[in-house]
């Protein structure tokens, strides 16, 4: 099997050590059929050697992809999330506990520089957890998923929210930028933009109890709501914003046990018509190339099999005309499926002249 199951862990995060920094997530993936362990990356063979330098998490370990070869990093844990810093030389991760998650920043080889949060507590009820962490653009602040404040007790539980603070201060400067949908696991991915505004993805309830994630922007601290971006029957997450800032990648499901991955056109403040680029399988943690011509994804190569890692060219929309002052662009799926992409990617075949092409393989 190649590239046995990528470890069920909470978290299993990847990211480029690459332009903007992207980092790459996936959820919790559990095989109900395989049950074999994962295969670690330093015994997999990468088929293709992709620009840059990349990061993965498997069993709680780090491990650096460059050149073609994994080496694994840093010390024993349980981490997972790595980003990277603007200026491309240090990594934020999550370490987690039994009942808390800490930030640490780390250099290039895994190794801690400094711990950026303190969440444990002797007390169960005052631990706190943080995930997603990310770094803005200019390098200086650091966001985060949070669970505070918690529920008091007429509403128990916990929902993320999203949280700043500088990256080079301390936790008390903390500040929540978000306010969650209780009971839905709250607010999670912050994506920064220049200055203070901040793609993130919400949960909510709708009045059938059904859950819908929802990428929302806010364009200014304060605004603890940010304004949708993408409709809630679209159920999408995941945001990967290109390094010149003008597509987003993201999964959406529809309310679907398969998933879509699409790509739309952002300002800055909208996103135009999204196009779908492969649908109909499970679809995971995109990430740009640099020069944001491809993109890198989690999916399984069967309807049993463990997720890999995969590399797609992102064409160029296909333009039919102008009409009105505008262009006119196709973006409808093409009806045949691609068999060079295993049955992890049954379903519609969208525009993509290029089938998306395994990355790694075992020795």
Not at 214 to 229: A, C, E, M, N
Not at 288 to 317: R, T
Request: hydrophobic content about 35%; glycine content about 10%.
């Amino acid at each position: 099997m190649i590239l046995r199951r990528i470890a069920a862990i909470l978290f299993l995060p990847m990211m480029f050590a690459f332009g903007s920094g992207v980092y790459l997530y996936l959820g919790t993936l559990k095989s109900k059929v395989i049950k074999t362990r994962a295969d670690l990356p330093t015994v997999t063979k990468p088929r293709l050697v992709l620009p840059g330098t990349m990061f993965v998490v498997q069993d709680g370990r780090l491990f650096k992809l460059k050149d073609g070869g994994f080496s694994e990093i840093g010390g024993p844990g349980d981490w997972s999330q790595p980003t990277l810093t603007p200026d491309h030389t240090r990594l934020v991760a999550v370490l987690r506990n039994g009942y808390s998650s800490d930030l640490y920043l780390l250099d290039l080889d895994g190794h801690i520089v400094k711990r950026l949060t303190k969440n444990d507590s002797r007390i169960v009820d005052y631990n706190h957890w943080a995930f997603y962490p990310r770094v803005s653009p200019d390098g200086s602040t650091l966001y985060y998923s949070y669970d505070g404040p918690k529920h008091v007790d007429s509403a128990p539980g916990d929902d993320l929210s999203i949280w700043s603070m500088p990256l080079n201060g301390a936790q008390y400067q903390a500040r929540r930028r978000t306010d969650p949908y209780w009971y839905t696991g709250g607010d999670v991915s912050p994506l920064p933009l220049a200055g203070t505004a901040l793609l993130y993805v919400q949960h909510s309830i709708d009045p059938s109890t059904a859950v819908h994630s929802q990428i929302r922007l806010q364009s200014r601290t304060g605004d603890l709501v940010g304004k949708p971006l993408t409709g809630l029957a679209d159920d999408c997450s995941q945001p990967a914003l290109s390094p010149d800032g003008t597509q987003l990648a993201m999964i959406c499901t529809g309310g679907k046990q398969t998933a879509r991955l699409e790509v739309a056109p952002f300002n800055g403040t909208s996103l135009g018509p999204a196009r779908i680029l492969l649908d109909g399988g499970l679809y995971a943690s995109p990430a740009w190339s640099p020069d944001g011509q491809a993109l890198a994804y989690f999916a399984p190569s069967g309807a049993a099999g463990h997720f890999e890692l995969w590399w797609l060219a992102v064409p160029a929309p296909r333009i039919l005309g102008v009409g009105r002052g505008r262009r006119l662009v196709d973006r409808r799926p093409l009806a045949a499926g691609d068999p060079r992409a295993g049955a992890g990617h049954a379903g519609r075949r969208p525009q993509c002249d290029l089938a998306p092409r395994l990355v790694l393989s075992k020795p």
